[in-house]
């Protein structure tokens, strides 16, 4: 022992076994402190009873004596940080051309064992930048697997572990099959023996057992796991093909029969697969379920898988059925029943779907925001309103060579629609009338809508029809949305009628909120008060006489939603408002009615009743002038 140190024993300044320590900690060592990390002893000052260590992140930090003892780790000069802070141009030749011999160095050091991330801590900054030490990694842990002494784990966050003997790579993995003990576990090591199938010498004795496990596992799983089920399926089914040796046990148990089996269940299953294998599904669908694969594509389609949406279409186009999805397609559009994933997709894909992206491409998407809306999912929406709010080139491509009413009606869909905050319809209003410039008025109000795109109403039916809206959006569309959530937990949406009619009555609901939206928005509300009585207008009585046996009748022309038959009340558009507006009295009209025709003479033309009904300040009465 040191004499100096001895003499701090002797004087019981420092235990014995301190004392050994020490001599291993003399300076120019290097040491571990489990706070502090890598250190180089700098100088011992036994007159203040210290040891001064350089740490990486603290030079010259002082300890005492004892508690150097008692808290460093002296570590060999062959310990890969000596190595590193001897000589590092050399360490970095060694790392690249021995890279399994300086592997075994690095888990040496770190007692056997070490997980990527601490591997990765020792390498990155002053030896490899991220991107060196991923292509360095990818190619030496090739070579650890090869090698025979290292254990790869197949999850990154285990750790590799150096062995004492070697074992080859192919009973490497069998090895993990038969230690993996949850279904999950069993298809992630699968997925590793198909991936270094080549590496079997003997496939028949080596993987045929494995082939009879998985196929039972399979069936065991099928009931309460269908999805592990087709993982299995699918991975023996590859296995088999590769390995033409290898034959199956249960002759039965085919991915179509499985498709048949879990038809109902299809659409909770395939977005528990990974996406290689829901792909492999949905391309064996076709030969599973025969004519009516179709069908339920569509119906698969219409769920809130994403990806299966976008992968769909490929097995469509693949088995020459791309008319039949764009009809599908087409009437989701019209009727707004199509789902924001697949309207999403669409957006995203408009340059091969060219002829559906058109007006009702707009208003399917403020439906579905609207429903994803009712139905709390507002996430399921984000993707969707996010593409319409930053695509600048969408708009102008659903209205590209489009009508400007079509582009009127539209810009009156967003300005009614909830979705979007009074700013957001401001600035996609903007986008259309950058296309159509004579819509500004829509939004600036300088100049008033032509009277013939107006419609005059009585203030008791337009309050009718607001109220029926907003019925509409309170009321009945949310509880069909509910609706379709229960109808959907049965399950089998096939044979499912309660979803298969909601979904039909969700259609009829957004249709007929986009038409009372529509028609709303052109009302103009009046009391009928002061109509010209010169000739037949909008509020008049008007009597005629036959010209051919004298009988008489009397017309009261109303508002566009007052028709009465029963009263002889009819609205301005009907056919024979039509026929007999701007007549006057002592003019011979002509009018149809069904089948038969007649000769009528205009005999009086009164006032029609005022409609009390007093009207609400915001709806903007028309003068008497444009009656």
Not at 456 to 464: F, I
Not at 552 to 573: K, V
């Amino acid at each position: 022992m040191d004499a100096e140190l001895q003499k701090l024993v002797d004087a019981a300044k420092l235990t014995t076994a301190g004392a050994a320590q020490l001599e291993q900690l003399q300076p120019g060592a290097f040491c571990l402190h489990k706070s502090w990390g890598f250190g180089r002893v700098a100088e011992w000052n036994l007159l203040l009873h210290q040891v001064v260590i350089d740490f990486e992140r603290k030079k010259g930090h002082a300890m005492q004596l004892q508690y150097a003892a008692d808290n460093l780790t002296p570590i060999p000069a062959g310990h890969f940080l000596a190595q590193k802070a001897n000589d590092l141009p050399a360490l970095k030749n060694l790392l690249k051309e021995k890279p399994t011999a300086m592997m075994r160095n690095i888990l040496e050091s770190l007692g056997g064992k070490a997980t990527q991330a601490q591997i990765s801590s020792w390498l990155l900054g002053d030896i490899f930048t991220e991107a060196e030490f991923k292509r360095w990694w990818d190619a030496t842990k090739k070579l650890l697997k090869k090698e025979g002494h290292f254990l790869i784990p197949t999850k990154k966050t285990d750790p590799i572990e150096l062995r004492t003997s070697a074992v080859s790579h192919a009973d490497e993995l069998l090895a993990f099959f038969e230690q993996a003990r949850a279904p999950k576990e069993q298809s992630a090591a699968l997925d590793e023996v198909l991936k270094f199938h080549y590496e079997f010498n003997e496939p028949e004795r080596q993987l045929q057992p494995l082939i009879d496990t998985i196929e039972d596992t399979a069936q065991r799983n099928q009931r309460l796991n269908p999805a592990m089920s087709f993982e299995f399926v699918i991975g023996r089914d590859e296995l088999l093909q590769r390995e033409p040796k290898l034959h199956t046990t249960h002759p039965g148990l085919t991915l179509e029969r499985l498709l048949v089996d879990e038809e109902p269940r299809l659409a909770a299953i395939l977005p528990k697969l990974p996406s290689a294998k829901e792909r492999h599904v949905l391309h064996v669908l076709p030969a599973a379920l025969g004519e009516r694969w179709t069908t339920r594509a569509l119906q698969l389609m219409q769920g809130s898988n994403a990806r299966l949406v976008g992968q769909m279409p490929r097995v469509f186009a693949e088995n020459g059925k791309q008319d039949e999805l764009r009809s599908a397609l087409d009437r989701s559009l019209r009727e707004h029943s199509a789902t924001s994933e697949t309207l999403y997709w669409l957006c995203k894909n408009r340059k091969d779907w060219p002829e559906l992206i058109t007006p009702e491409l707009l208003g399917a998407i403020l439906s579905a925001c609207e429903r994803d809306q009712h139905n709390e999912s507002n996430s399921r929406s984000t993707r969707l309103r996010d593409v319409l709010l930053d695509d600048r080139e969408l708009i102008p491509d659903i209205f590209a060579g489009a009508e400007i009413g079509r582009a009127r009606d539209a810009m009156r869909r967003l300005m009614l629609s909830p979705v979007f905050d009074e700013l957001t319809k401001r600035s996609l209003m903007a986008r259309i009338i950058k296309l159509y410039p004579d819509l500004q008025s829509l939004v600036s109000g300088e100049q008033a809508e032509e009277k013939s795109e107006a419609l005059v109403v009585s203030w008791s039916s337009l309050q009718k029809r607001k109220a029926e809206l907003e019925e509409l959006v309170n009321k009945k569309i949310p509880e069909n949305s509910k609706e379709i959530g229960v109808a959907r937990s049965y399950g089998d949406l096939r044979e499912n009628f309660e979803f298969k009619a909601a979904k039909e009555m969700q259609a009829v609901l957004m249709r007929r909120k986009s038409e009372l939206e529509t028609a709303l928005d052109r009302a103009r509300g009046t009391a009928f008060e002061g109509p010209d009585l010169s000739q037949v207008s909008i509020g008049t009585i008007v009597t005629l006489r036959d010209t051919n046996d004298s009988r008489e009748e009397t017309y009261t022309i109303l508002g566009a939603w007052d028709g009465n038959p029963e009263r002889a009340i009819i609205s301005y558009q009907t056919a024979i408002g039509q026929a007999l507006l701007g007549h006057r009295v002592g003019e011979i009209v002509e009018l149809n009615s069904g089948e038969e025709s007649g000769r009528y003479a205009i005999l009086s033309i009164e006032p029609a009743p005022l409609d009390v009904l007093p009207p609400e300040p915001e709806l903007e009465p028309v003068a008497s002038d444009a009656l």
